[in-house]
């Protein structure tokens, strides 16, 4: 059974910072991963996916990076903003025919001015 | 990109009656659909898979009768919680898979409170 951990459960920053958030899978077998933004009280907004084939997705001050052998992704958050503040999950989808995901418990971000 | 839609996005009910949410994907048909329950500070628990015109897939410990759900078109899920209760109270989010691009998409929540 797939286990995802996102590593720092949370975190607060001040603004400008450079930011890694870690996800970290058991099962290599992987279809794709997606890294997720929610803000409070609110849905899920699709950030950026990595297809098993690709090593990292870049849109803006995100990049993200996969490392399917070790079983590891990293979301770059670049010269962070107040309004980056919100929760980041990850998912992860396995290549056995099953399209359901598998997700995080997410980290909190915090970007204070 | 895609848009889901989820109504209400708020809903205060009294325990012991039924509340349905609507899920509808707006510019794609989804023959597949997913309901999840959010507690506060943690993730998504996948609650069942909604199928277009099959009975949905119920995960383990998600009880069908409590949780009805019908997807009776490829752009419409619909979640009834029946005989709410306070414990019931929680945010659900529905998300649509889009078969075009193996992406899920995912509606804004609800937020069901239970007196």
């Known amino acids: 059974k797939q286990e995802v951990t996102q590593i720092p459960a949370a975190l607060s920053v001040p603004e400008g910072e450079n930011l890694v958030l870690n996800c970290s899978f058991t099962d290599s077998a992987i279809y794709n991963l997606q890294w997720f933004r929610q803000d409070p009280g609110k849905g899920l907004t699709s950030l950026l996916l990595i297809q098993s084939s690709q090593r990292e997705q870049t849109s803006g001050r995100l990049n993200a990076s996969l490392d399917k052998s070790s079983g590891r992704s990293t979301l770059y958050i670049a010269a962070s903003q107040p309004g980056d503040s919100a929760t980041y999950l990850c998912?992860?989808?396995?290549?056995?025919?099953?399209?359901?995901?598998?997700f995080g418990r997410g980290t909190s971000l915090i970007v204070h001015p | 990109g895609a848009v889901v839609s989820q109504h209400p996005s708020r809903v205060i009910c009294k325990s012991g009656t039924s509340v349905k949410i609507e899920c509808r994907s707006l510019d794609f048909q989804a023959t597949t659909m997913f309901w999840y329950r959010q507690f506060p500070k943690k993730s998504l628990m996948l609650m069942a898979t909604?199928?277009?015109?099959?009975?949905?897939?119920?995960e383990q410990g998600v009880e069908k009768d409590k949780f009805l759900i019908n997807h009776a078109s490829l752009t419409l899920s619909t979640l009834t919680v029946t005989s709410a209760h306070p414990e019931d109270s929680s945010f659900y989010i529905c998300?649509?898979?889009?078969?075009?691009?193996?992406?899920?998409?995912f509606g804004p929540g609800t937020r069901l409170t239970v007196t």
């Open positions: 998912a992860v989808r396995g290549s056995g025919g099953s399209y359901i995901p598998t």
């Open positions: 998300s649509a898979w889009r078969d075009t691009s193996y992406e899920q998409y």
């Open positions: 909604s199928n277009e015109g099959s009975k949905a897939t119920y």
